[in-house]
């Protein structure tokens, strides 16, 4: 099946510095890309929508100076955790799909974010 | 507006139980998807199930089955003698269907802890 992959797969950084993660379609183009943010013992959330070379939509609630999104290739998509706070800790994870008539979407492995 | 509802917060079994876990499900459109997803402790999503809004039949997969009710708006998944390696959370999700086939965002319960005992 396709895959999915995200980096790093863990993180910790001190509180005021940026963490990028990057999400990566392995052997498939990923026209629609989504970020999920989910916090422990709760549901996974959506934070935005992105589409290989537009802006990304986010959801309402979601500082978009604060979560960059990048969908620059196919391949690849990255979440930038700006100026981050210990409140950002929690587990991303994104998704992919190969767009048009595709009813499936393949989930990244995940990343967890510490923020000291 | 989409949204589901995994009533279960944390159900508990002991080996060889059969388990359900119930899932609700609220949607306008007349096409959609609905998954069940594991998540193990590693945090990986494990994708079980996609069924599509047209398609009631049950489905049974091993020791996994589903029962799909349109009239009831339920998508319910049952474990058939339970082990512990099926211990994790398990979310049920909901999505429209962009022109009829492609598949939009997913809407996710909030997921339900199951604990199997040995």
């Known amino acids: 099946g396709a895959v999915v992959s995200q980096h790093p797969s863990r993180v910790i950084c001190k509180s005021g510095t940026s963490v990028k993660i990057e999400c990566r379609s392995l052997?498939?183009?990923?026209?629609?890309m989504f970020w999920y943010r989910q916090f422990p013992k709760q549901s996974l959330m959506l934070m935005a929508t992105?589409?290989?070379?537009?802006?990304?939509?986010?959801e309402q609630g979601v500082e978009k100076d604060k979560f960059l999104i990048n969908h620059a290739s196919l391949t690849l998509s990255t979440l930038t955790v700006t100026s981050a706070h210990p409140e950002d800790s929690s587990f991303y994870i994104c998704?992919?799909?190969?767009?048009?008539?595709?009813?499936?979407?393949?989930f990244g492995p995940g990343t967890r974010l510490t923020v000291l | 507006a989409q949204k589901v509802t995994q009533a279960q917060t944390e159900i508990s079994v002991v080996e060889k139980e059969d388990v359900t876990l119930d899932c609700v499900y609220e949607?306008?459109?007349?096409?959609?998807?609905l998954f069940w997803y594991k998540q193990p402790p590693s945090g990986e999503l494990v994708f079980l199930i996609r069924?599509?809004?047209?398609?009631?039949q049950n489905e049974i997969s091993g020791r996994y089955s589903w029962n799909f009710q349109k009239s009831t708006s339920s998508f319910n998944f049952t474990i058939t003698a339970s082990q512990v390696v099926d211990s994790a959370v398990y979310f049920c999700?909901?999505?429209?269907?962009?022109?009829?086939?492609?598949?939009?965002?997913?809407?996710f319960g909030r997921g339900t802890q199951l604990t199997v005992w040995p």
């Open positions: 998704s992919a799909t190969p767009g048009l008539a595709s009813d499936t979407q393949y």
């Open positions: 052997d498939f183009q990923a026209t629609t």
């Open positions: 992105s589409n290989e070379g537009s802006k990304a939509t986010y």
């Open positions: 949607t306008r459109d007349t096409t959609y998807y």
């Open positions: 069924r599509n809004s047209f398609d009631e």
């Open positions: 999700a909901l999505s429209e269907a962009i022109g009829g086939s492609t598949l939009g965002r997913l809407y």
